[in-house]
Structure formats: C-alpha cells, structure tokens
C-alpha cells in the first residue's frame, strides 16, 4: 500500500547548521507531496508542497525537490534557526487519502 | 477568517464518560477528518467526511462516532470513554481530495 517514511529523530543542530530531514515514498501514480510543521502545543501547519515531478516547493528558507526516479521528496534548509525547532512531517495524497510519516523532530540549539 | 477551529483544547475525563469534541471550518471545505496523535506513532485517521451527510471510517474508528449534518461542523463523540484514547485530537479540512489539509490546533485529551 502507499506509505511514507522519513528519517527518524530526534535531530539536534547548532543554528546556522545545514538541515537535512530524509522522506522517501511508496505510492501508485503520481501522488502530490507535503512537508508540515508542528510547532510545541500547535496544529500541522503546511510548509511546502509539490504536485509533480521535479518540482522545487519552497517557504521559510524550506526547499524539498520531488524525485520520481528515487521516490523522495528530503527536507532543506541551509541555515537554520532557534525558531525553527519543531516536529516536521512528510505527507502525500493517493486517491483521496493522505498519508502521513511518523514526524521527525528538530532542535535548534544557539 | 478562522479557518479551523477546534474545541475544547483541554479535557479530563474519566473511563465510562461521553463527551463530544467540536470542529468547524470556515472555508467552505467538503472535506474534513479527524486524526488522533500519539507519541512515536505520527497521525492515525479516525474517520472522514466527503460532504455534508456522509461520513466514512479511517485507520482507527473503534469508540468514536460522528455526523455531518453541515458542511461547516463536525463533530467527534466519544461513546464511552477508555484510557487508550488519550492522546492529542486534530480535526482537518481540505476543499478537494487533490489538495493539502488545514488543521486545527488540537484537543488535549486525558482519561483517568
């Protein structure tokens, strides 16, 4: 069935470290690909996204390529802030359903 | 514009206790889920709506009910509530299954 994993955490980095996060992917035709960010007491919030391949989905100094050929959609970001910790999540729609991975959490530490 | 809202953000119930959970959406939206969060284990869907009056389940549905009678509310009901379902409560919408989901900022829910 369709699914998503992504890397496992928690992640800690020093600010202004290069960011990371690895998603990879197992769907049928041509899902549309999401990053969410889930900030301490919050909701999901959408951070990117990208509905076909080899499209860039960019927001906050946040990038991630959608890669068919090796089914995966990794999290960038070059310099990252105390701001940005989080639990970050890797998701895709296939038919109607949303898939989402277990979430990865970032610290930031200044 | 609200977006999603999502009511009350804490609750402490005790095992064999009903209560409801409130969602609604300003947007809008044919479709709305509710997921329940747990640690280590990402987002489990509950149960979804397609639209007003129709409602199917998701990964997790068992000691949950809900309804649709608008496009703008759904609600989630505890029928009797268990330890294990405490956990974090989002609701959801999207305007079309091909789109990303908006969510609510949560319910908090705790059963002693």
């Known amino acids: 069935g369709d699914s998503v994993t992504q890397m496992e955490g928690p992640v800690t980095l020093s600010e202004e470290a290069f960011l990371t996060i690895n998603c990879t992917y197992t769907a049928t035709g041509y899902p549309s690909l999401f990053w969410y960010v889930q900030y301490p007491g919050e909701g999901l919030q959408l951070l990117l996204k990208a509905t076909k391949a080899d499209d860039k989905g960019s927001n906050k100094g946040f990038e991630a390529t959608y890669r068919k050929e090796t089914t995966s959609f990794h999290l960038e970001k070059g310099s990252v802030q105390v701001s940005d910790s989080a639990v970050y999540f890797c998701a895709l729609i296939s038919g109607n359903q949303f898939y989402f991975g277990t979430g990865t959490s970032l610290t930031v530490i200044p | 514009n609200a977006g999603v809202t999502q009511t009350p953000k804490f609750q402490v119930l005790k095992t064999g206790q009903s209560m409801t959970l409130q969602c609604a959406q300003d947007?809008?939206?044919?479709?709305m889920s509710w997921y329940r969060q747990d640690p280590g284990m990402g987002l489990r869907l509950i149960h979804y709506s397609v639209g007003a009056g129709i409602t199917d389940q998701g990964e997790v549905p068992n000691g949950y009910n809900v309804s649709r009678s608008t496009t703008e509310d759904f609600p989630l009901r505890l029928l009797s509530a268990a330890p294990s379902q405490t956990s974090v409560y989002f609701c959801a919408s999207r305007r079309d299954p091909r789109y990303e989901q908006y969510f609510g900022p949560g319910t908090r829910l705790t059963v002693t």
């Open positions: 947007m809008n939206h044919e479709y």
